[in-house]
């Protein structure tokens, strides 16, 4: 399966349908001693996106 890039789509978020040309984050941690925890939500709901971890800054 091959990827293709679509600059002029926007994806919709999943729980208000809203096209998102952005989304919104919030970083708990610094990421250099303590993990870094981001979490994604939608910029019209607020409803969460998604999370991402990392160990390393």
């Known amino acids: 399966m091959r990827s ?7 994806p919709k978020c999943p729980h208000c349908e ?5 989304k919104f984050f919030k970083q708990k941690g610094s990421g250099l001693l303590l993990s870094k925890t981001v979490v994604y939500f939608c910029p019209y709901c607020h409803k969460v996106l998604g999370i991402g971890r990392s160990n390393i800054g």
């Open 18 to 22: 809203s096209e998102l040309p952005e």
């Open 4 to 10: 293709v890039r679509k600059e002029e789509l926007n």
